[in-house]
């Protein structure tokens, strides 16, 4: 499915996130870790992750033609990412007439799981056709 969101989401372009979907309630979305998503430490900054959970579970909730935004959002660090790209995966748990519940895992490369997260949004809306 197309996006159709009236604006793109700067914020994910500007932080070089990349979003798409893999199927109706479900969403997908990548980062190629470089020098301005590190924490001070050389390891992927929590806010990356966080980021990267919430567009992702933002954009399964939007499969069904309609707007969303966070309502609340939490991740849970298993382990951490210095270089490569990391993927996000998103599945919908939840879709009820105005919220969905959203569950994230983030993984390396290699499939090692780095994060898990829950997220609920709220639907502000149908989309024009």
């Known amino acids: 499915m197309v996006d159709k969101t009236p604006f793109?989401?700067?914020?994910?372009?500007?932080?070089?996130?990349?979003?798409?979907?893999?199927?109706?309630?479900?969403?997908?979305?990548?980062?190629?870790?470089?020098?301005?998503?590190?924490?001070?430490?050389?390891?992927?900054?929590?806010?990356?992750y966080y980021t990267l959970a919430d567009c992702v579970g933002g954009?399964?909730?939007?499969?069904?033609?309609?707007?969303?935004?966070?309502?609340?959002?939490?991740?849970?660090?298993?382990?951490?990412?210095?270089?490569g790209k990391v993927i996000a995966r998103a599945e919908i748990r939840h879709r009820g007439r105005t919220t969905c519940l959203v569950g994230v895992e983030i993984r390396d490369e290699k499939e090692t799981l780095l994060a898990t997260g829950d997220f609920t949004y709220f639907c502000i809306g149908q989309r024009d056709s």
């Open 8 to 48: 793109p989401n700067a914020f994910a372009l500007h932080n070089q996130i990349q979003v798409d979907s893999s199927g109706p309630d479900r969403g997908e979305a990548w980062l190629e870790i470089n020098s301005n998503s590190l924490n001070p430490y050389g390891r992927l900054h929590g806010g990356a």
């Open 59 to 83: 954009r399964a909730c939007r499969t069904d033609g309609r707007y969303y935004v966070t309502l609340h959002g939490g991740i849970d660090f298993v382990h951490s990412a210095s270089d």
